[in-house]
């Protein structure tokens, strides 16, 4: 893979196929796109790494250095690594957030709160306790 930069920017990348056009800052164009300077423009070689440092025993994160610039190349690393244990913490409490938003206007969370207070004042019928099934009716009758 090229990447075309001028002035130190990227400009464009090109496929492994060498194929497209470039166009230079003085207007000129050329085809395929070679390695090498012209002017403020250069054609340079794309170097894209990849790392898996994770250990695979707990959650992994991604980090992408996005595309740099440097004076030959333009380089790319993406790495992944174990989460540290304030990232999990933070996936964790975001995710249970999430979860909680998504069921806020849904009936699921207006029965499970409804059957907490009758457990928690203890008014929950006895005939409710006598089984799953009929546990399952009067949860169904707090609608």
Do not use: C
């Not at 244990?85 to 969370?109: F, G, I, M, P, Y």
Request: proline share 4%; no cysteine.
């Amino acid at each position: 893979m090229l990447a075309h930069i001028r002035n130190g920017q990227l400009v464009t990348r090109y496929a492994d196929d060498g194929k497209g056009w470039v166009t230079l800052e003085n207007g000129s164009k050329m085809s395929p796109p070679v390695v090498g300077t012209y002017g403020n423009d250069k054609i340079v070689p794309v170097v894209q790494e990849s790392q898996d440092n994770s250990t695979g025993t707990v959650r992994t994160i991604t980090e992408d250095t996005g595309w740099q610039v440097e004076a030959d190349r333009v380089y790319r690393l993406i790495a992944k690594r174990d989460m540290t244990a304030q990232e999990l913490a933070d996936a964790t409490t975001q995710e249970n957030t999430s979860a909680l938003l998504k069921l806020d206007n849904r009936v699921e969370l207006k029965i499970i709160v409804t059957a907490m207070w009758h457990i928690a004042k203890g008014t929950v019928p006895p005939l409710a306790l006598d089984s799953p099934a009929n546990f399952k009716t009067w949860l169904r009758s707090l609608l």
